[in-house]
């Protein structure tokens, strides 16, 4: 908003005080959920006793990456209102080579593979952050500003931040708390086959919702610039566009599922 104004000192305290509302957010999600770990690792969940040391080694580093991922979030979105797609994609194409080769190492390593992937997965998120940060701190150093704590910002911030938390939170809550329900009832193999799901339709959702990031900046900016029409006619455009994106992926994958599964595991639970 403050980008479509062209007030950078607005730009710099804006940054400020989403910066501190997400650093404070992460921390607070990561407290709660240490104090979750002292009773899902304790007889809730169903694993073997051997495993449980493992399991909390990946859970630890789980939150390291949580952490992270929270409060790079105004760095990216630095990125994505400059509408700089071209440096974002090319790092989620570096984080993608960087999974692949991790399938890679672990098909050869021989000893614990899961706290490999694990170790692994939170040292891929540490590079991305160290990616979005130092080219922003490069490239928009004179609108990116970390001061102390603004108390007086932060109930604005945390206002509109809010409700994307709200958001974002319902959607992990959902997800992870499948996770959990169907290892209480079910075990870890059935487990294994919600994650396949899940990695089937994680690609799609990338796909659709990233057509919805590209029209972001320009909705905001025109919010900024009071053209509320050509906001409202942006939004309802985003949300056509990433609905048919969406169907042009999901309804052959509905169709042509156990062929493409056949195709991709030959055996499959």
């Not at 989403?18 to 007889?43: K, N, P, R």
């Not at 400059?82 to 390593?109: M, P, R």
């Not at 309802?236 to 969406?246: C, P, R, V, Y």
């Amino acid at each position: 908003i403050s980008l479509g104004k062209n007030d950078d000192e607005g730009t710099r305290k804006a940054f400020n005080s989403c910066f501190w509302t997400h650093v404070l957010m992460a921390a607070g999600l990561v407290l709660v959920l240490e104090i979750v770990s002292l009773f899902v690792f304790d007889g809730y969940l169903k694993i073997a006793p051997d495993r449980i040391p493992t399991a909390k080694w990946i859970y630890q580093c789980m939150l390291v990456s949580l952490f992270l991922s929270i409060t790079v979030t105004p760095f990216v979105s630095m990125q994505i209102s400059h509408e700089n797609f071209i440096y974002v994609s090319l790092v989620y194409i570096l984080d993608a080579l960087c999974k692949l080769g991790i399938a890679i190492i672990i098909t050869q390593y021989n000893q614990d593979k899961l706290l490999l992937y694990g170790i692994l997965m939170m040292l891929i998120t540490l590079l991305n952050v160290l990616c979005f940060v130092v080219y922003s701190l490069i490239c928009y150093r004179k609108q990116i500003s970390i001061k102390i704590i603004p108390l007086k910002e932060l109930k604005s911030v945390s206002g509109f931040a809010g409700w994307t938390m709200l958001d974002s939170l319902g959607a992990t809550l959902s997800r992870q708390g499948y996770s959990v329900l169907l290892n209480r009832f079910f075990g870890t193999s059935v487990n294994a086959v919600f994650a396949l799901a899940r990695q089937v339709e994680t690609p799609v959702y990338v796909i659709s919702s990233s057509i919805i990031e590209s029209m972001k900046p320009q909705i905001m900016k025109s919010y900024g610039m009071g053209d509320a029409k050509k906001m409202m006619r942006l939004s309802l455009t985003a949300g056509k566009f990433g609905f048919a994106m969406m169907s042009l992926l999901t309804v052959p994958l509905l169709i042509m599922m156990p062929e493409v599964l056949d195709l991709w595991l030959v055996e499959y639970p």
